[in-house]
């Protein structure tokens, strides 16, 4: 718990930090954007973005490609046609 509560007051007073810069204007916004700015950003990027790119790849490839997925054997150390291609071990 007190790793927890090191980690928390570390990063409360950085975000803290950033959040009085931004407020006292010590640099421009386009060089030093808020927290709020930064997180919209990421926000927007990544789940906007990234996300829909993810998931449409994946869509398309499971009606194009066919769901593909591992067979294994009991063991679950080689696939089932592993002999097919050379691979017992």
Known sequence: MERFARFAVFYGVLIGSWFLLVKLKVWSP???PSPQGVMEALWS??????????LLGNSLS?????WSWPRY???HSQPKDAHKF???H
């Open 30 to 32: 386009n060089v030093f």
């Open 86 to 88: 050379g691979d017992v």
């Open 62 to 66: 499971g009606i194009f490609g066919g």
């Open 73 to 75: 054997s009991g063991n």
């Open 45 to 54: 990027g990544f789940v906007g973005v990234s996300m829909q790119r993810v």
